[in-house]
């Protein structure tokens, strides 16, 4: 008999084409009547949009987030949204605007209602960071958790494929990661299957066809259960390193992801065998690395290291980091052996 520690996280999920129209009502069932709507400027049309949809309740729109919420975003959306005397945040986009919206809830508890267009899965955790003098801090609060999330995969149509790929490979890791945590649980099992699944289906459909809205929903469907598992419970090497190369040598968030994974999978393997029986399942491979490796590679994604902004002469630097203020893993981190690591996914071989 295995022992575990479940806490449901509370929030509200609305799911389906066509729930963006279900706006207005989310609103008031939030009892807000002035909603500051936030974006990317790339999304700024998309936040237009979702004014409008607000109307008389829009307070208006803050459209500079950015990766990796620098401080003084944070600063400028809280004022905006104070000046405009907003009760609340509607953040529609990916990660890097949920995080803009964790931070304004964060120093003024307002609720955020989260759009989200990727499948980082950020709308699912009480989870926030915010980048100052060049250092992401991160920590977490139950307030900064959306309370209610609308998942609409019309919204999704418009994701270049190349993210869309290396962006579910990001929900991927969250999955699998979850299923060798500490915190590992039975719930979060089934969760972390699914969405894997789901995401592995997903994926060659949308590269096959971008405006495939089934597709598009299979994956913001394992998207949505990845996020929940991120939320739920703690992760591992992976993540760490992925940290380390974010933090430290400012590599692109999702394809850093999609790159690291095979390799973390392949270093934990013999350590974690239920875990990958789970991922290679969901995935219908023959070994749970090689599964995730081909489904990057098969889809157009980057693959390696080098190819997306490391420098080889960074890797002695980038494992010293990684080693330090360690995640607990299923094996143990070994110097020589999260070097090689870092080798191979620098060179983007397909695990052995
Ligand atoms: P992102 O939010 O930075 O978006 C990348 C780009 O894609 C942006 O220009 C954005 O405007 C654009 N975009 C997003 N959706 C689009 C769509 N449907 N159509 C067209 N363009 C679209 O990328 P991301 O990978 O979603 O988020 C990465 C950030 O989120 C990182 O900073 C990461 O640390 C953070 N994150 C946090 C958590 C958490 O739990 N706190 C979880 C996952 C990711």
């Given at each position: 008999m295995r022992a575990f520690v479940y806490s449901g996280q509370p929030g509200r999920v609305v799911f389906g084409p066509?729930?963006?129209?279900?706006l207005g009502r989310e609103i008031q069932a939030l009892g807000a009547r002035r909603a500051l709507v936030l974006s990317t400027p790339e999304q700024r049309a998309s936040a237009e949009h979702v004014a409008d949809l607000l109307g008389d309740r829009a307070a208006g729109i803050f459209d500079r987030a950015v990766m990796h919420v620098p401080i003084e975003t944070a600063r400028e959306a809280r004022e905006v949204a104070r000046t405009l005397g907003a009760d609340c945040a509607v953040a529609v986009g990916g990660g890097s605007t949920t995080g803009l919206g964790k931070a304004i809830a964060l120093d003024s508890g307002l609720p955020i209602l989260a759009i989200p267009t990727t499948y980082a899965g950020s709308e699912m955790t009480p989870i926030y960071g915010i980048t100052e003098a060049g250092m992401k801090k991160t920590g977490r609060d139950a307030k900064v958790l959306p309370r209610t999330v609308i998942y609409d995969p019309e919204l999704t149509l418009t994701l270049p494929v190349g993210l869309s790929v290396t962006s579910g490979l990001n929900a991927i890791a969250h999955a699998a990661e979850g299923l060798y945590s500490?915190?590992?649980n039975p719930v979060m099992d089934l969760m972390a299957e699914e969405g894997i699944g789901a995401l592995g289906r997903a994926l060659p459909r949308i590269r096959a066809n971008p405006a495939d809205v089934e597709a598009r929903g299979d994956a913001l469907y394992g998207a949505w259960l990845c996020g929940i598992v991120l939320g739920n419970v703690g992760m591992a090497l992976h993540h760490k390193l992925c940290h380390t190369l974010g933090g430290s040598f400012n590599l692109p968030h999702a394809e850093t992801h999609t790159v690291v994974l095979p390799h973390a999978l392949a270093y934990n393997a013999a350590a974690a065998p239920r875990a990958m029986n789970r991922i290679q399942r969901a995935l219908k491979g023959k070994d749970a690395a090689q599964a995730v490796y081909d489904l990057a590679k098969d889809n157009g994604?980057?693959?390696?290291l080098r190819d997306i902004?490391?420098?080889?002469?960074?890797l002695d630097r980038a494992c010293e980091i990684a080693l330090q203020n360690q995640y607990p893993n299923p094996r143990p981190l070994e110097k020589a052996a999260i070097r090689q690591l870092l080798q191979d996914a620098f060179d983007g071989v397909r695990p052995a």
């Open positions: 066509g729930t963006l129209s279900q500490v915190e590992a994604a980057p693959v390696a902004g490391m420098k080889e002469g960074d």
